[in-house]
């Protein structure tokens, strides 16, 4: 028994050397288990020294949490969230530059002049409806369509406070109207419909779409495909005609990264022509116009052009934290029953 223990010790103490040897690469994102857990397998099989850790959290979070931790950095990577997002985050000094080996490939609109952020995806924003409950010809067309009084209180919106895709819809609506004020006109209207009370996380607000407390919200198009493929949820949606935010989506090293040289080995294993043309395919997120990314590849329904609300994005980054603060104090609520 003694030597069986003895043995057993040994192998514990080995086990334990193995794990303490592996590098370790920590990711911050908002992209859901659905495409975290399934990265982490292909990563670490391609990667077989490095062990990723990923924290699902909301955009606003990731940006929060960096930001706590500057002075002793836990996070290695931030990975996804509208670049207006990491544009804050670089204004405030929480990113590291970097240079990724494909960096020829891309159009510089798509990354940060001092390379402290690059967008991977871009993602447009839609009205997702309940395709059990509405046909696609039932369901709001466009953005002003969301406010007919028919659609009150069967509208879901998650709480863009804490939402990166929400506060872009947000922004979006005040940028195409006739004025700041007036945006902020369409907003009340729009905080009447969902009555003032917003989904705390996503999952609320599918499981309400999903259960029939409400028909509509909107979100982005490439959940609207993952969760009614993977989760079964009844999803249908519309690209509103008139035109709509496409996000470009970001990602970037944190500022003294603990494990950077893992960091750069996710970096630039999860934002590599192979992965993009396959997150394409498993997960309906459309990669940026990248010169090494064969668009033959790409899924037939990604060569759709789409009406783009055109967004500078380092002027929504500098105006999105006012509007959603005014927001906060003018509107959200007021259209409580």
Request: glycine residues 6%; negative net charge; charged residues 25%.
């Amino acid at each position: 028994m003694r030597l069986l223990l003895c043995a057993l010790s040994i192998l514990a103490f080995a086990s334990c050397g193995s794990n303490s040897t592996k590098q370790q690469v920590v990711v911050y994102s908002p992209h859901g288990k659905e495409i975290l857990e399934p990265i982490e397998k292909a990563f670490e099989q391609a990667h077989p020294d490095i062990d990723m850790v990923w924290y699902d959290l909301p955009t606003a979070t990731c940006a929060s949490r960096i930001r706590a931790e500057a002075a002793a950095p836990q996070a290695d990577i931030w990975w996804g969230g509208p670049v207006g997002e990491f544009i804050g985050a670089e204004r405030s000094d929480l990113l590291a530059a970097y240079t990724p080996s494909w960096i020829d490939q891309a159009d510089a609109s798509t990354y940060s002049k001092d390379k402290k952020w690059f967008s991977d995806w871009q993602t447009p924003e839609v009205i997702i409806y309940n395709n059990k409950k509405l046909k696609a010809e039932e369901a709001p067309q466009d953005w002003d369509d969301v406010l007919d009084p028919k659609w009150t209180g069967k509208l879901i919106i998650r709480d863009p406070l804490q939402s990166g895709t929400m506060k872009t819809i947000y922004g979006a609506m005040v940028l195409r109207a006739e004025s700041v004020d007036a945006g902020f006109e369409w907003l009340k209207k729009l905080d009447k419909q969902n009555l003032g009370v917003y989904a705390a996380k996503p999952l609320m607000m599918y499981e309400e779409i999903k259960r029939g407390k409400g028909n509509i919200t909107l979100w982005n198009m490439a959940d609207a495909y993952i969760q009614a493929e993977q989760n079964g949820y009844p999803f249908g949606f519309i690209v509103p005609k008139s035109g709509t935010p496409v996000v470009l989506e970001g990602i970037a090293i944190t500022n003294k990264a603990p494990n950077r040289k893992a960091a750069e080995a996710f970096f630039e294993w999860v934002s590599s022509a192979d992965q993009l043309v396959d997150q394409a395919k498993r997960y309906h997120r459309i990669p940026i116009a990248r010169k090494d990314i064969d668009k033959t590849k790409l899924p037939e329904w990604m060569a759709v052009e789409i009406k783009a609300i055109p967004i500078d994005w380092n002027s929504f980054a500098s105006d999105a934290s006012t509007w959603m603060e005014r927001w906060k104090n003018e509107v959200r609520g007021s259209g409580a029953q």
